[in-house]
């Protein structure tokens, strides 16, 4: 792979020569798979209570109490450029560590944890998806498993907040 690419994809290159595994927390998102290292997630709200704030980019659904603590929650769908979630129902939520904060990241469903080998993982197609947070596919069983990096995916975040000020 190309150096350009470095920080999680690079730990891809790593892993590649001597086929470690990491587990992932598998979720649904506009009908395709999708996971984070399971090392990046906090903790998975089933149902979350989310309070919109009023002037917030589009991106940012709201703000929800966790035991105390106000987390940010995003709105995956649209960070990721996938259509807006239509139907109601219960809002899940996967809570990720955003550079020493909790950041809530609303998801459709999440599925289970899975044990990844790094030579299963196939580099991200050169759309522009590295920049996005895509660190790679697995296919597994004719199903697609897009790996997602939680920081890019929190960065995001950090940079709104930055042009909000």
């Known amino acids: 792979m190309e150096q350009q690419h470095g920080g999680a994809l690079g730990r891809f290159d790593e892993r590649r020569t001597s086929d470690t595994s990491a587990r992932w927390v598998c979720f649904e998102l506009a009908a395709q798979l999708y996971g984070l290292e399971i090392l990046k997630v906090q903790e998975v709200l089933a149902s979350a209570e989310i309070e919109s704030v009023p002037g917030a980019p589009a991106?940012?659904?709201g703000i929800s109490n966790l035991r105390g603590s106000i987390v940010t929650i995003l709105d995956l769908r649209r960070r990721l450029g996938l259509a807006p979630r239509l139907?109601?129902?219960p809002i899940c939520v996967?809570?990720?560590d955003?550079?020493?904060e909790?950041?809530?990241?609303?998801?459709?469903r999440v599925v289970d944890v899975r044990s990844v080998r790094s030579n299963d993982v196939k580099p991200a197609p050169?759309?522009?998806a590295?920049?996005?947070g895509v660190l790679g596919v697995v296919t597994r069983n004719g199903e697609v498993l897009t790996l997602l990096d939680a920081d890019v995916m929190v960065d995001s975040l950090a940079a709104t907040n930055r042009l909000a000020a």
């Open 59 to 61: 991106q940012i659904l």
């Open 87 to 89: 139907e109601e129902g």
């Open 94 to 96: 996967v809570v990720v």
């Open 98 to 100: 955003g550079q020493g």
């Open 102 to 108: 909790p950041v809530g990241l609303h998801v459709d």
């Open 126 to 128: 050169s759309t522009g």
């Open 130 to 132: 590295t920049a996005s």
